[in-house]
């Protein structure tokens, strides 16, 4: 039996998400008829629309629509791309917050606001890792500064396994994978999807100037591409501006710049392939996952996250082949019967990652934690 300590419940929030389905309901119920509502506050450097952030607000509102109190702490105000229905948004320092000072739970979201939470909470602390900064060149200046603040004594919440066992393997503890939160009602699959469709649309998602999504080596792909004579369109999104170097690569045929989850819908089934080349140190690959629900064909790197998320419904290529990658996109692009098998493997397999999932498992380590003496 599994127990948790001084309250005899058989329950562990560290056995692996499958092995969870039965015990879902028990740990619902406790929550709300032992402990109540808990107060929940998650710390938020930016209100910038990004995937990270919507993925925190994604887990906020399924533990607000359980009854928990949730409060968004941020320096920002409201972000203007999302509209929160439950949970709380409060602007302020960190240092003043009132809704840090009564948590019964912090969760730090970024590596910048784990130093606030630990200094200001006086209950457990959570730090929620969508990726391992230090491992990331662009932040190479501050790669002390940040394995500092990982040292710091914090519960590290995971949303992938390649994410936990990185932590793991470089001496934090506690590290538990939670999964990655996601509604897949938000890319609903593509009606009457073509693979005929002359020129192809292409789609590449990512910021140019962060090494880690590879998104210049699947330009220089690309030209590469285009000068042995094979037809597309690219469409390249990203949350910044095109800069001069991207466009010195490869032109975009179609530039978009801070698309909503809505837009980027739109923009997943309006395309016929998408180019996953991120780096074996990102943590997790959010436009991949909606193009599989979306049923957009995805060639991807070759690399623990997006076998993950993708297993065998994605072509993929070696990260950082070049030349690999333009003949693969070539062959895919050639081959409308393969293009359609995938499509049809996708949506099954976004179907693994649920919001609900992910906060059964919050919920889990939290009250593990807040049972400890």
Same mark, same amino acid.
């Given at each position: 039996?599994?127990?948790?300590? !001084? ?58 629509? $359980? ?30 917050? #009132? ?8 969760? +730090? ?34 790669? $002390? ?10 519960? #590290? *919440? ?11 393997? +470089? ?22 999807? $073509?693979? !005929? ?29 285009? $000068? ?5 369109? *690219? ?12 466009? !010195? ?10 698309? *909503? ?75 409308? +019967? ?36």
């Amino acid at each position: 039996m599994r127990v948790i300590p !001084n309250l005899g419940l058989d329950f562990d929030p560290d056995v692996p998400i499958e092995g969870e389905k039965q015990e879902r309901a028990f740990f619902r119920g406790f929550m709300e008829v032992f402990l109540g509502a808990l107060k929940i506050a998650y710390l938020v450097a930016s209100n910038e629309l990004s995937g990270g952030l919507r993925v925190v607000l994604q887990q906020a509102e399924e533990l607000a629509d $359980r009854g928990h109190s949730i409060t968004i702490v941020c320096p920002n105000e409201e972000p203007d791309w999302y509209s929160l229905r439950k949970p709380g948004w409060e602007t302020s320092p960190f240092e003043s917050s #009132k809704a840090l000072e009564f948590a019964d739970v912090c969760v +730090a979201t970024f590596w910048t606001t784990v130093p606030p939470a630990v200094g200001i909470c006086s209950r457990p602390v959570f730090h929620l890792c969508q990726g391992y900064e230090a491992d990331f060149s662009f932040y190479a200046s501050k790669r $002390r500064e940040i394995k500092s603040v990982y040292a710091q004594p914090t519960h #590290k *919440l995971a949303v992938s396994p390649n994410i936990e066992k990185r932590l793991k393997a +470089a001496g934090y503890a506690p590290v538990t994978y939670i999964g990655q939160a996601f509604d897949p009602q938000e890319f609903p699959v593509a009606e009457e999807r $073509r693979f !005929n469709q002359h020129p192809p649309r292409i789609l590449l998602v990512g910021i140019f100037g962060a090494d880690v999504k590879g998104i210049r080596e699947a330009l220089e792909a690309l030209a590469e591409l285009q $000068r042995s004579g094979v037809e597309f369109k *690219l469409h390249r999104v990203s949350p910044l501006p095109q800069s001069e170097r991207e466009h !010195n690569i490869f032109p975009a045929h179609d530039y978009s710049h801070r698309l *909503l989850p809505s837009q980027m819908g739109a923009a997943y089934r309006n395309s016929d392939l998408l180019i996953g080349p991120s780096h074996p140190e990102e943590g997790f690959g959010l436009p991949v996952l909606e193009a599989l629900s979306s049923g957009l064909p995805v060639l991807l790197s070759d690399t623990p996250g997006h076998r993950h998320i993708a297993r065998d419904a994605a072509a993929y290529f070696p990260w950082g082949d070049i030349s690999t990658l333009a003949s693969q996109i070539a062959a895919l692009l050639q081959n409308p +019967a393969r293009r359609a098998e995938l499509s049809a493997k996708g949506p099954i397999e976004a179907t693994r990652f649920r919001t609900a999932d992910v906060a059964d498992r919050l919920l889990g380590v939290f009250t593990k934690a807040l049972a400890r003496p």
